[in-house]
């Protein structure tokens, strides 16, 4: 494997056992320069493991993790400058607000008044330097949360991890967080790794994502490629809303395969490296790139019977009852512009698909 | 090593694990000389042949556990018999223990039950309440108690008052009094855990039976009891036992007449005229009863714990 | 009265036996210092308030000895409460902050050793093992005792306040740049400090209210205010005892009082 001096991590065959439990099975991980890192995947899948394992509070079972090309897998936390923003932010609470920021400065053996006026530095960059004598339980959460922001930025780390700091807040202000910590991330030039469970915060915020489940790296790319082109079924399954049809795959020519449903039906997609000839996978097809029309606009248009429509704000969620007897999501924005018609239930349609939208899935 | 637990979720974490031997040697040390090793060497005294002036000589002899459960006569020659005397003075122990266990249940329960249903807020200051007695050196509790009951005190005087008797009645030295005195003791003993267990109690279920048709005493009877009654069991047990060893409130309350065995041991290391492998037998017979006791009691902690769970 | 609203939860009778119970817990201590403040020479009578009797405590006749006493139940309990307290504060980081171990169990059980023995069984044992190893007993006897049976009682609130600090702090810390002694005595002890004093406050009582242990291991000429105490009760119940027992109650009130109020102030909130 080549490695480059220019990462930040190395996270190299990682194994993490509990007794007979296997947390993380051997992963293997680059993370550049400079880059917004989300580890996402559903509760228990190792994310967090990681991420403790890469701050130096679990202890890696095999493997080695690099930090700009040195090991640091037996280093104590203490003694490596990667700094945590912690769920719950873990901000001491005897300690003010000004005490917490400079106490990580200090214990880098600054002195205290220069410990100080670096936190104070760090409260003005979060806005907060009026609260600097209070203690944390006076803050409101969001506040909190800049806190910890400012407290684990202030010894200037070489990489910050972030354990899901975005959950206990309300959907606006997470929101708004989002964009702050975007924003942060570019301005101070610091390496993030952000972990969450949150797809679509995973996908406005990062530069690549590692798609996690049951301890193994799913799928590591750039957010948009996740999206569109997920390697697996996990993946496509997790990140967004998806539809699911089981293919056989008939020939493979140029780059792209011909497939057909259980019923006979045919389809056309790109071929993806790994599936061969004669292959039962599956194809997912997400449901804001099909539409439907009251006749096929190719031969690929599928046949089917709507059953409901249901109103989710921006969109139209439109079920339709497949011929080959499987139900079907399909998605229309909610605007007069996109000139689609809505279909009532029982209307027979067919639900066509935009080139490209067909995405072959290994199992 | 990988002992570390899940990161979150387990009641303990392995901070300071390298240090953990060092951090507890101090309490090993402290414990293990001044209790454990105590325990032991009364055992080993419990078998050893008695010195006249106080004291043992060390020579091994069942002798102390002989004469507290056999009777052979005067020059120790004839068959043996049951020796009834200490066998009653225990009986009697637990007997007086029991009576004031129930006495506690009888005013504890409501009490507790009561204490679990106020609103979150004054919870805690009734249950405060209910504790500070607790705290308050026992002797003077037993005096005061003492004080109360003697025939010409406060007790007497409001019974001579509000016309029930007519002439004061004995109380002290009498089994009532040691009685009403263990019962005061530990009372609080009994409250704090079944208030604990209703704390938890989801009167949802309450609601649930109320709903089918029951009566609120069937509801009390048939939900509400078997779901605290692990709080009740723990009440009962840490009001019996310190009861069946207690010594203040026999030796104050209840004369010589009522002798308990905790009045028993001590005697026999009081002066010369003690005898102290006797004694170390007897606090063996009580701590081994005390063990079992609480054994039983840890096994069905376990169980209904593993059942609630 | 409104009328009566159907309460699944209340039950009739309920609040007066509750109210009963208070009476009987209270009672006592209060007419005995009713009492204590009679100016009467006997405790049958009542003569009026005064204040004699506390000052025949500090004055009268048995004033020296109360005085002995005092001094010598005062010192005992501040050193055994805080050795214990020291003692019990290492054992619980070792609980609770140093993960799963074989011989955690054990220890629990020799820390609880002192609950679980009957007190005369403890002071029995206690006495056979200074007399074995050829001690004298004394005041050196009744302290090393004391520390060991207050432990548990220090132990027992300092753990349950480690238990309530997660310890994403001492993390945090650590994570900047602390070390685990660092953490520990910036971080994991200020936190702890109100489960600290509780548990010094307990273990003083207790040191200070016992009378078994101390009676079996005191030896002779050496008295604490409850063997004193106990002395003089054996000859009768005098007044200058209802004087000095309504002192020691109102000591131990004030104290647990304090403990709980310290232990209820969250500064982890």
């Known amino acids: ?363 | 090593m990988a002992a570390g637990a899940a990161s979150g979720g387990s009641a303990t974490t392995d901070t300071y694990k390298e240090a953990r031997n060092w951090l507890l040697l101090p309490s090993w040390l402290v414990l293990g000389i001044f209790v454990l090793m105590p325990v032991l060497m009364m055992l080993v005294y419990s078998f050893l042949t008695k010195e006249f002036r106080g004291g043992v000589i060390w020579e091994f002899s069942t002798d102390a556990y002989d004469q507290f459960f056999f009777d052979r006569g005067l020059f120790g020659d004839e068959p043996p018999k049951i020796e009834w005397t200490y066998i009653t003075i225990f009986w009697r122990s637990i007997w007086q223990a029991g009576a004031a266990t129930l006495l506690s249940l009888l005013i504890g329960f409501p009490t507790a039950y009561f204490i679990a249903t106020r609103p979150e807020k004054t919870r805690a200051i009734w249950v405060f309440l209910i504790t500070i007695p607790y705290w308050v050196n026992l002797l003077i509790r037993t005096v005061s108690m003492k004080f109360m009951l003697r025939d010409n005190g406060p007790v007497n005087d409001f019974l001579l008052g509000i016309g029930i008797i007519n002439d004061p009645i004995t109380i002290v030295n009498t089994n009532f009094a040691v009685q009403l005195g263990l019962f005061y003791s530990y009372l609080p003993f009994m409250v704090l855990p079944i208030y604990a267990s209703v704390e938890r109690y989801n009167f949802n279920l309450s609601e649930a039976a109320a709903d089918l048709y029951a009566s609120k005493m069937t509801t009390l009877r048939r939900i509400l009891l078997p779901a605290v009654k692990p709080g009740v069991v723990a009440g009962c047990i840490l009001v019996f036992v310190p009861s069946l060893g207690s010594f203040l409130a026999p030796d104050l309350l209840g004369g010589a007449k009522n002798f308990m065995i905790g009045s028993l041991i001590e005697e026999q290391f009081k002066g010369n005229a003690g005898n102290w492998p006797f004694g170390a037998a007897a606090s063996m017979v009580l701590l081994s009863m005390v063990l079992i006791i609480l054994m039983i009691f840890a096994r069905q902690q376990a169980k209904a714990g593993k059942e609630a769970s | 009265m409104a009328r009566a609203k159907y309460d699944i939860k209340s039950f009739p009778g309920f609040f007066p036996i509750t109210v009963l119970c208070l009476i009987i817990l209270y009672a006592p201590l209060l007419v005995v210092t009713i009492y204590s403040l009679n100016d009467s020479n006997s405790i049958t009578n009542w003569e009026g308030v005064s204040l004699r009797w506390y000052a025949d405590v500090f004055t009268g006749p048995e004033s020296a000895k109360f005085k002995v006493a005092a001094w010598n139940s005062f010192t005992i309990a501040i050193i055994a409460a805080t050795v214990a307290t020291s003692i019990a504060t290492l054992a619980a980081t070792a609980m609770v902050r140093g993960g799963k171990f074989r011989l955690r169990t054990v220890s629990f059980g020799l820390i609880s050793l002192p609950l679980m023995v009957p007190e005369i069984v403890l002071a029995v044992a206690t006495l056979i093992f200074f007399n074995s190893i050829g001690f004298t007993r004394g005041y050196m006897t009744i302290l090393v005792a004391h520390i060991a049976f207050c432990i548990p009682f220090a132990y027992l609130p300092i753990s349950a306040r480690m238990q309530g600090i997660e310890d994403s702090f001492e993390q945090a810390a650590q994570d900047l740049y602390a070390t685990k002694r660092q953490a520990f005595t910036k971080i994991l002890l200020p936190l702890m400090a109100p489960g600290i004093v509780s548990g010094f406050l307990l273990a003083f009582i207790v040191s200070l209210d016992d009378f078994i242990i101390t009676n079996f291991v005191k030896g002779a000429g050496v008295e604490t205010l409850p063997t004193a105490i106990f002395g003089s009760v054996k000859q009768g119940i005098k007044p200058n005892i209802m004087a000095i027992s309504t002192m020691l109650l109102g000591l131990s009130i004030v104290l647990v009082t304090l403990s709980y109020l310290i232990s209820k102030s969250d500064n982890t909130k």
Do not use: W
């Not at chain 1, 010894?155 to 975007?182: G, V």
């Not at chain 1, 599956?282 to 006749?295: A, G, T, V, W």
């Open chain 1, 1 to 363: 494997m080549k490695q480059e001096l220019t990462n930040a991590i190395d996270v190299q065959n990682a194994v993490k056992r509990y007794g007979d439990f296997t947390a993380l099975k051997k992963i293997s991980l680059s993370i550049k320069d400079n880059e917004f890192f989300t580890l996402l995947g559903p509760s228990g899948c190792g994310k967090t493991t990681l991420l403790r394992m890469i701050a130096g509070f679990e202890d890696v079972t095999e493997g080695d993790i690099l930090l700009y090309g040195e090991p640091i897998a037996d280093l104590p936390p203490n003694k490596r400058p990667i700094n945590t923003v912690f769920q719950n932010y873990a901000l001491f609470p005897h300690m003010t607000i000004l005490e917490n920021v400079a106490f990580g400065v200090e214990m880098r053996g600054a002195s205290k008044s220069d410990a100080q006026t670096r936190a104070g530095k760090m409260l003005e960059l979060v806005q907060l330097s009026q609260f600097s004598a209070r203690k944390p339980s006076q803050l409101s959460g969001g506040q909190q949360q800049r806190v910890a922001l400012a407290r684990a930025l202030a010894p200037q780390p070489k990489l910050l991890l972030l354990d899901e700091p975005l959950s206990a807040l309300d959907l606006k202000l997470r929101k708004a967080m989002q964009i702050e910590l975007k924003h942060l991330q570019r301005e101070t030039g610091i390496t993030f790794i952000f972990v969450t469970h949150d797809q679509e915060e995973a996908l406005t915020m990062s530069d690549r994502i590692a798609v996690m489940s049951a301890g193994e790296l799913q799928q590591l790319g750039e957010a948009r490629d996740i999206y569109e082109r997920p390697r697996n079924m996990f993946v496509a399954d997790f990140i967004g809303e998806t539809n699911l049809l089981e293919v056989s795959v008939d020939a493979i020519a140029d780059g792209r395969a011909t497939c057909h449903l259980g019923g006979g039906h045919e389809l056309t997609c790109n071929a993806v490296d790994g599936i061969g000839v004669g292959a039962k996978v599956h194809m997912s097809l997400r449901p804001e790139r099909l539409f439907i029309s009251d006749r096929p606009t190719d031969a690929e248009g599928l046949k089917g019977t709507v059953r409901e429509n249901i109103f989710v704000g921006t969109d139209i969620s439109t079920i339709v009852d497949l011929a080959e007897g499987l139900d079907f999501i399909v998605r229309t924005s909610n605007s007069d512009r996109g000139n689609r018609r809505i279909f009532e239930p029982g209307n027979e349609v067919f639900v066509n698909m935009e080139h490209g939208a067909a995405r072959l899935l290994v199992d």
